[in-house]
């Protein structure tokens, strides 16, 4: 895996910790159920997931990084949209101001929510949410340590 997978896996795993859902990056498949998390594609199954993809925010000539973390939370289907952002909060409470975290053996100095949206129901009428979470942490390179 890459330092990116990394992070975003061990952000997975922090998030599974505090019960918000269950990480399985091999499977088997997630049951009805359970709330997924998952990185990279949406998945159409399960119904309630949590999905995690790392974007570069800022980058200089040193290690440290600020590594945007966007979080995109699916409901149930249901015409209240109330359980996406049941769960959005509970990630927020869990991640906003976090400071000193090691995420799969990466530091992370702080994280916060720096927004986040509401994006009505998908095509099967489960609400969606996203919020965007920075992180500062170091990304060393071969040529960039400090």
Do not use: C, F
Not at 35 to 61: C, Q
Not at 74 to 97: E, F, N, V
Not at 103 to 113: K, M, Q
């Amino acid at each position: 895996m890459s330092w990116t997978s990394d992070l975003e896996a061990g952000l997975a795993e922090h998030l599974a910790a505090a019960g918000l859902g269950v990480w399985r990056p091999t499977g088997p498949a997630y049951t009805t159920a359970e709330v997924g998390i998952v990185t990279g594609r949406v998945p159409t199954a399960p119904d309630r997931v949590i999905v995690i993809n790392a974007y570069n925010v800022t980058s200089g000539l040193l290690s440290h990084v600020t590594l945007g973390l966007q979080i995109k939370v699916r409901g149930p289907k249901s015409a209240d949209p109330r359980p996406a952002q049941d769960l959005t909060d509970a990630i927020y409470d869990r991640l906003h101001g976090a400071r000193d975290l090691t995420l799969a053996g990466i530091p992370v100095a702080l994280l916060w929510r720096q927004s986040w949206a509401w994006l009505g129901p998908d095509a099967n009428g489960r609400d969606e949410t996203t919020s965007n979470y920075y992180a500062e942490t170091a990304h060393p390179s071969a040529h960039v340590t400090d």
